[in-house]
């Protein structure tokens, strides 16, 4: 079910329908073109796990027979991903001079960090053995419908407030775990690929450069259902049933070049 913020994009969508369809035939078509990023918010990735693990032979030939413990440390979504880059298309038209109805393709990236999440620890052995993780990059394509709603329709600096709706595609999300010393295991995959329903709030200004052309820069929110799956990507490290998450929340900021015709 979608939080009350979240049916914020839809009244605002519905909105700017409205003036659509009050407006003329006049008007025109802008293409916009926009690059930014989308920044995290810092949900838990996975939980503090620790599991007994009868024979460390199955982790390492060289340990067959020792007893031991296999620990994997509570990740924060920054953790795991760096900020990575978004881009976006987006085709609009201008049905009042302030009301812009718009479909807008999406595609962004978190880029996956390589970097220790745990250890497996023994009696006989002399110091803890260092987990690593190499998570894969997060890429999401997301197709949206929406409307711009211009707080002022004259000037050189415009505002406005903008909502949208659509579907969001991630793509399945793998990574490699290993044991110091020990080579890579096969890629396992933490969560699978989805395609959820996604929504989005954001204000900005648009700036005339010419009588085509505007520049612009916002900031938002968007919303959708964080994946959540209980899996066994750390199994080859002696840890089982994990619980992954991922944020419901992200908050784009772009910039955009935009050409009227």
């Known amino acids: 079910m979608l939080s009350k913020v979240s049916l914020i994009p839809f009244a605002l969508v519905a ?3 409205a003036g659509a369809a009050s407006a003329s035939d006049e008007g025109q078509w802008v293409t916009t073109f926009l690059a930014g990023s989308n920044l995290m918010e810092n949900g838990s990735f996975n939980p503090h796990v620790t599991r007994d693990v009868a024979d460390l032979g199955t982790l390492d030939p060289s340990l067959a027979g020792v007893s031991g413990e296999s620990r994997i ?3 924060q979504f920054r953790d795991a991903f760096r900020i990575g880059p978004s881009f976006s298309i987006e085709t609009g038209y201008m049905a009042q001079s302030n009301f812009e109805p718009f479909a807008r393709l999406s595609y962004s990236q978190l880029s996956g960090r390589n970097q220790e999440i745990g250890f497996v620890s023994s009696p006989t052995l002399d110091s803890p053995l260092a987990i690593r993780a190499n998570i894969g990059d997060m890429d999401t394509w997301a197709l949206n419908l929406g ?3 211009f707080l002022t329709d004259n000037g050189a600096a415009r505002t406005y407030l903008a909502g949208y709706v659509g579907a969001d595609r991630t793509d399945a999300l793998h990574a490699r775990f290993h044991i110091a010393g020990l080579p890579d295991s096969a890629s396992e995959d933490i969560l699978p ?4 329903l996604d929504a989005g709030v954001e204000g900005g200004v648009a ?3 010419s ?3 505007d520049l612009s820069l916002s900031v ?3 919303y959708l259902d964080a994946r959540s799956e209980l899996t066994n990507a750390f199994a080859p490290v002696g840890v089982e049933d994990v619980r992954f998450t991922d944020p419901r929340w992200s908050f784009p900021v772009n910039f955009g070049v935009n050409f009227k015709f």
Not at 193 to 196: G, H, V
């Open 15 to 17: 909105l700017g329908g």
């Open 73 to 75: 440390d509570r990740l």
């Open 147 to 149: 409307t711009r709603y």
């Open 193 to 196: 690929q989805t395609t959820r």
């Open 207 to 209: 700036w005339q450069v």
């Open 211 to 213: 009588d085509t052309t």
């Open 220 to 222: 938002g929110a968007q």
